[in-house]
């Protein structure tokens, strides 16, 4: 099939069909015919975007003809060329036959191709009509079905809590039932626990295991607003409320209307702001900003802040009404520092998600890393865990990610075989040349990881000859762990 549109011209007169076709055919696959039935025996086996018909044919005039064009291909583009101008006959073309263009005698080229070219044009924004109207004549139901799906993804994601990553013995367990009881009761919930504990993910959890999970569930932080911005955010406004205001908006209690909403960094609101909320929360109404009136919501109140808001209280600074509206149900979330055995099962899981998002493959940690991993006291939780694992696999150049690439940071905490050893040597009570000693095994270890125990690199980079770096080595007992490893790795070889 020719990549150029197909045009076909009718026209009694030869020498008319010839210019035509010299004009045409560098723009367009050019058909001609002077008989009205080879026309439609060409619509009939051809696919033409385009009919430019002379008026005056014997038999019947290029009106009739394309009125029967119109009935039986009418996306056809259809023009009439005349070199009459009988106001009548370009009335009943455009009337009757639906013309999109009347072309009078004599013509300029150029101007002819312009006008085909835009017909052309219009043929496939016709055809793009066509085929957006069956997608929207389909998309209730297609979308209907979309949500559905979607919803039931992730009620199942968060049933029994499973959006919770943890192993059998974790201690995230007793939250995870805890969350499980409360879900279904139409109370609030506080959550408390440091930053990056995954207090939202406890929110999902809840608010899909509730009865209210066929309904919204919006996220506000609070911490990141000021009291103005958050009042529009979640309350709504009217038009010229303020400057920038120049139509209405819904605020997201509304949107939330029936679901739940979730107010993360509540700590950090002001007491102004307090005050506000607190009536939402007795009244279950809002207000919007520049609005006379109040609108009634029907919302459950999930609440999170890595502060502990009982001394926030009794410091004044939080007020106790709100408090205790909040807290109907308190539920602590550990630190990963606490979730020791959960780790492993944390970083694998991060990682899988990294790989999907980033494109690259991996087999996944060796031992050593998800052991340092385990030492580590992860001051920032499990964000500063998905950081980590980002960054190991945007550095990683092999199947498995080794301890190498971690940080620093994380290297510099020992596993847990190696912890009773290397604390032994020097303890807060410890000698000056004990805790020395400590440390230097501390750096020799981090050293040796980071070359891959490749001791004559790790020599080299801390100024030692091969047999200093073996004795401290012996000292140490490093060399345990060094035969530890390599059995390791003949064993996943």
Not at 55 to 64: A, D, L, N
Not at 157 to 168: A, E, K, M
Not at 297 to 303: H, K, L, P, S, Y
Not at 317 to 341: G, M, N, Q
Request: hydrophobic letters at 40%; proline letters at 4%.
């Amino acid at each position: 099939m020719s990549a150029l549109p197909t045009i076909l011209v009718v026209d009694d007169e030869v020498r008319s069909l010839e210019t035509l076709r010299r004009i045409l055919e560098d723009d367009f696959e050019v058909k001609t015919t002077s008989t009205i039935n080879e026309a439609e025996r060409i619509l009939q086996q051809e696919w033409v975007q385009i009919i430019l018909c002379d008026q005056r044919m014997p038999g019947i005039s290029g009106v009739e003809f394309l009125k029967r064009v119109r009935e039986q291909w009418p996306d056809v583009i259809r023009m009439i060329i005349s070199g009459y101008t009988d106001s009548e006959d370009i009335i009943n073309a455009v009337n009757d036959a639906g013309i999109y263009q009347y072309i009078t005698k004599p013509w300029h080229p150029d101007n002819l191709i312009l006008t085909l070219k835009n017909a052309t044009r219009l043929f496939e924004l016709q055809r793009q009509n066509e085929a957006l109207s069956v997608e929207l004549r389909m998309l209730p139901t297609c979308l209907k079905n979309s949500l559905a799906d979607k919803r039931e993804k992730l009620r199942a994601n968060y049933q029994r809590d499973d959006g919770i990553i943890r192993t059998p013995e974790s201690c995230m367990n007793e939250v995870c039932d805890k969350i499980y009881r409360v879900a279904p009761y139409d109370v609030s919930v506080l959550l408390c626990g440091e930053s990056g504990t995954g207090k939202e993910l406890a929110a999902r959890a809840l608010h899909y295991n509730s009865l209210r999970a066929e309904q919204p569930f919006v996220v506000e932080n609070c911490g990141a607003l000021p009291d103005e911005l958050l009042e529009s955010e979640l309350f709504g406004y009217k038009r010229g409320a303020f400057t920038g205001a120049v139509e209405d908006r819904v605020g997201l209690f509304e949107r939330a209307n029936g679901g739940t909403v979730f107010l993360d960094e509540i700590g950090e609101v002001s007491p102004a702001f307090q005050v506000k909320l607190l009536r939402v929360l007795q009244e279950g109404e809002i207000r919007p900003l520049g609005s006379g009136r109040t609108r009634k919501v029907d919302v459950r109140i999930i609440a999170a802040s890595n502060k502990n808001l009982e001394a926030e209280v009794h410091a004044g600074r939080f007020r106790k009404d709100l408090y205790y509206r909040l807290a109907t149900v308190t539920i602590h979330l550990p630190p990963l520092r606490e979730r020791k055995l959960d780790i492993p099962l944390l970083a694998r899981r991060l990682l899988e998600i990294a790989v999907q998002d980033l494109g690259k493959q991996i087999k996944g940690f060796s031992d050593e890393a998800l052991a340092c991993m385990q030492a580590y006291h992860w001051p920032g939780n499990v964000r500063e865990l998905q950081n980590e694992v980002r960054c190991m696999l945007v550095m990683g150049t092999r199947d498995e990610l080794g301890a190498e690439l971690l940080t620093p940071r994380v290297l510099r905490a020992a596993p847990e075989d190696e912890a009773p050893m290397l604390e032994s040597l020097a303890g807060l009570q410890g000698s000056l040349k004990d805790r020395v000693e400590a440390l230097e095994a501390r750096i020799l270890r981090e050293t040796l990881i980071r070359h891959r125990w490749n001791k004559s690199r790790a020599a080299r980079e801390l100024g030692l000859s091969r047999v200093g770096l073996r004795n401290k080595l012996e000292r140490y007992g490093l060399e345990k762990i060094e035969q530890l490893n390599r059995d390791e790795n003949k064993v996943a070889g």
